[in-house]
């Protein structure tokens, strides 16, 4: 995809993103994809149908990476965020990827489901949308009059020293090939080829999930739109000057390239090749209001959080499945207020949510998009697990006795600490 111009590139990049995120909405809608209701499902009725679905996407996904890649018609090791960066930064990973899984759980749903709901008629997604957006925003800015962000106000201090520089990037592709001394782009493929076949027969093993219509097509639609994400921005060309450009490229070159600053970006980062993410978006969202709605604020991730909440509202109002919902008490305020507080801190510090780096993340293979991955899936299912114990004991099951026993139903703790009968 050549174009004669920075302006006409950026314009197919916005829209493109556009349609691609209307698609991503309205599917999600259609067929309730959830990551929070998959963890809910497995965790509280034994059924695996919704996170088969959400593994099915991170197969779809991978499988396009790994064959795009090696043929070199995408470029997610330059990605932003940087999933691959060599420096592993495990315990962002870990405590976000926790943090977001907790958060979720009080939300009653990820970023993306958040913006999903909004689109449904949900007040209360309006709430956590709002927080996110805030405690994003200034995790990675800084606070007015300031150069101190709450990320280094609360975290730098402590976990950058912990990040682990490693030779090579963190993918498993290239760690692996790294300690062979061999091609990186061929284990990389291999890597990739290994794990989609390892998903794959997990997921179709199932009978009941082979029968069920909308996880089928929620697991592969949305690998497929991730997919499409990655090879449009990775993709787009400015014919300049007799030379191919790439937007980033453009960007850095701007000064020698275009004839003044009309139409620049206010960021070169956020022109890298990408897919789905929504946790910082949304705080890039309170930026550009906050901003006065300036122009060159524009992100594909910015346009990507509109187009899932246009996508789902058009979905719902197509199905008449749109319904306001509000707040059934203060206490449900406040858990939602809270879970947007938790995954606005743990979207960004372990780089993306159950989106950005539990399916884009996966994608690429990097050790810290499944650190997160893990992160969130015990943090939302070990949270479920203490509200459904102190659900069933009430005033008999505190706190602490009920982390005992979760922990205890998850194998993470031995039997005989157990401190309630399990349920």
């Known amino acids: 995809m050549v174009f004669d111009s920075f302006a006409a590139s950026l314009s197919f990049f916005f829209w493109s993103t556009l349609v691609i995120s209307l698609i991503?909405?309205?599917?999600?809608?259609?067929?309730?994809f959830c990551t929070m209701g998959a963890v809910s499902d497995l965790v509280n009725m034994g059924d695996y149908g919704r996170f088969r679905a959400w593994l099915l996407a991170i197969a779809v996904s991978l499988l396009g990476v790994s064959i795009l890649e090696y043929a070199g018609m995408v470029n997610v090791t330059d990605a932003f965020p940087p999933y691959r960066s060599n420096q592993l930064i495990y315990i962002e990973n870990i405590l976000g990827g926790i943090m977001f899984g907790i958060g979720m759980t009080f939300a009653s749903g990820c970023g993306n489901k958040t913006l999903v709901r909004i689109g449904g008629g949900n007040i209360k997604s309006l709430l956590v949308f709002a927080v996110i957006a805030v405690i994003a925003y200034y995790m990675t800015s800084p606070f007015p009059d300031s150069d101190k962000t709450?990320?280094?106000?609360l975290f730098y201090d402590w976990v950058n020293p912990l990040a682990v520089s490693l030779d090579t990037n963190q993918d498993v592709g290239a760690i692996t090939a790294n300690l062979l001394g061999s091609d990186t782009a061929l284990f990389r493929l291999v890597a990739g080829l290994l794990v989609v076949a390892g998903l794959l027969f997990y997921v179709f093993k199932s009978a009941d999930f082979r029968s069920s219509r909308d996880n089928l097509l929620s697991g592969i639609g949305i690998g497929l739109l991730i997919l499409s994400a990655w090879y449009i921005s990775s993709n787009i060309l400015?014919?300049?000057?007799?030379?191919?450009?790439?937007?980033?490229?453009?960007?850095?070159?701007?000064?020698m390239l275009a004839e003044d600053d009309t139409g620049k970006p206010a960021s070169g980062r956020t022109l890298n090749p990408q897919s789905f993410t929504f946790v910082n978006p949304i705080g890039q969202t309170y930026g550009f209001i906050k901003e006065g709605l300036d122009p060159s604020l524009l992100t594909f991730g910015l346009i990507s959080v509109f187009g899932v909440i246009l996508g789902s509202l058009l979905w719902a109002l197509l199905s008449r499945s749109f319904r306001i919902e509000w707040f059934v008490d203060l206490k449900d305020f406040f858990n939602h207020f809270i879970g947007g507080i938790l995954m606005g801190f743990?979207?960004?510090?372990?780089?993306?949510?159950?989106?950005?780096?539990?399916?884009?993340?996966?994608?690429?293979?990097?050790?810290?998009?499944?650190?997160?991955?893990?992160?969130?899936v015990f943090g939302s299912a070990l949270t479920m697990k203490i509200q459904y114990y102190k659900l069933v004991y009430e005033d008999e099951a505190s706190f602490a006795k009920a982390l005992l026993t979760s922990l205890v139903d998850m194998k993470l703790l031995p039997s005989s600490l157990r401190k309630l009968d399990a349920v």
Do not use: R
Request: glycine letters at 16%; charged letters at 10%.
């Open 150 to 153: 709450l990320y280094s106000v």
């Open 24 to 32: 991503l909405g309205a599917l999600a809608n259609k067929t309730n």
């Open 238 to 255: 400015i014919n300049a000057d007799d030379s191919l450009y790439s937007l980033s490229d453009y960007y850095e070159e701007w000064d």
């Open 346 to 376: 743990g979207g960004v510090l372990g780089l993306g949510c159950t989106f950005g780096q539990g399916i884009t993340g996966m994608s690429t293979l990097a050790v810290g998009s499944v650190l997160t991955f893990l992160g969130i």
